[in-house]
């Protein structure tokens, strides 16, 4: 028998098991995915008013869910602390699980923000009335799946979302780029919707009627990345040669989003070359830092790139081997940039001090 563990102990077994149903349910509809919808349907000022109020409600009973959800999961980690005692892990997990599914009556199912999430985006389809505005109707269902697989944040790159990068970085109306984003919608649109079958199980939107849904998970992440990969670039190729480096560094953050982020370091370093006080000796001497930071940072940065690419097709091929060799190397990089981050934390710490 295990000694009695902390509460700390069963929240942290309970709060597995209501993750495990309750991660890839709670994606957020904002309010500027409710404003590109509306354009997408060419609803007029008036139907946008209300999509934005119908909006307003839904995130009022997205905040009453979300407390009564925080609730329940602290009271079950308490009823899970007498099978952690005996230490029955398997069954603590499993009757969380069952808490979490089903519940009283009274009480909101853990599957209860995709219900109002679907409803929300059924009463926003409702608006659109007239044949123009109906016509519109498909492109919304694609590009909240669109958004739906994006939340599930894989590390792969497979659930990114080329569209939304496009209109993150202000390209949408630039020549030439609609009609790719036109043909990406269709070619995405039935691999996000596999990932969002396996995750829920219902999804709204249907599928294009040629739309070919890959057979197994990995072989469809293997293909979101290909498929981004291809229109990433042929965007990038309809782009001025000014936005160029701007369009490749979105698509390492959105495709290699883990070994791609901004950095600890590298956030301070902006901050600090962005202050109006620094002396010339100090701005060359923070440029010589960021530039030893991002030459060190781009090997591991690349062999993890690569890693990640590997993992992704042994994943679909199902060659355990090379996806455990993969991993290693993944572990590997994780470890060399937490310490190079380490590192240059203390040498921006020094900078700091001497100032």
Not at 60 to 85: K, P, V
Not at 232 to 237: D, F
Not at 323 to 345: G, M, V
Request: glycine residues 4%; aromatic residues 6%; hydrophobic residues 40%.
């Amino acid at each position: 028998m295990w000694p009695i563990p902390k509460p700390a102990v069963a929240c942290a077994v309970v709060a597995c098991a209501h993750a495990s149903v309750a991660a890839q349910q709670l994606h957020s509809i904002d309010r500027a995915d409710v404003r590109y919808y509306a354009e997408l349907l060419e609803l007029d000022a008036q139907q946008t008013e209300v999509a934005i109020e119908l909006h307003r409600e839904y995130v009022a009973e997205m905040r009453r869910i979300g407390n009564a959800l925080q609730q329940r999961f602290a009271r079950h980690a308490t009823e899970g602390l007498e099978d952690i005692r005996e230490g029955r892990l398997g069954s603590a997990y499993t009757n969380a699980l069952m808490r979490a599914t089903a519940g009283a009556d009274e009480e909101p199912s853990v599957l209860a923000p995709i219900s109002i999430e679907h409803k929300l985006l059924d009463d926003i389809l409702a608006l659109a009335i007239t044949p123009e505005q109906r016509d519109g109707v498909e492109r919304v269902e694609r590009a909240w799946c669109r958004d739906r697989a994006s939340a599930l944040e894989s590390p792969w790159g497979d659930s990114a979302d080329v569209s939304a990068m496009v209109r993150a970085e202000g390209h949408s109306d630039l020549d030439g780029i609609e009609p790719i984003l036109l043909e990406y919608e269709v070619e995405i649109y039935p691999v996000h919707r596999m990932f969002l079958d396996t995750q829920s199980g219902d999804v709204p939107a249907k599928a294009p009627a040629d739309g070919e849904v890959p057979a197994s998970m990995g072989s469809a992440q293997l293909r979101a990345k290909r498929i981004n990969t291809e229109y990433a670039t042929r965007i990038k190729a309809a782009l001025p040669l000014e936005h160029h480096e701007a369009w490749d560094r979105a698509v390492r953050e959105a495709f290699w989003p883990e070994p791609y982020e901004r950095s600890g370091p590298q956030k301070v370093l902006m901050t600090l070359l962005r202050a109006r006080n620094l002396s010339d000796e100090e701005r060359a001497e923070l440029e010589d830092i960021q530039s030893r930071y991002e030459r060190r940072a781009k090997t591991i940065n690349r062999t993890w790139a690569l890693a990640i690419d590997a993992h992704l097709h042994a994943d679909a091929a199902q060659d355990w081997a090379s996806a455990r060799e993969a991993n290693e190397t993944i572990d590997e990089c994780r470890e060399d940039r937490r310490q190079l981050d380490r590192e240059f934390e203390g040498i921006l710490s020094e900078f700091g001090r001497n100032r």
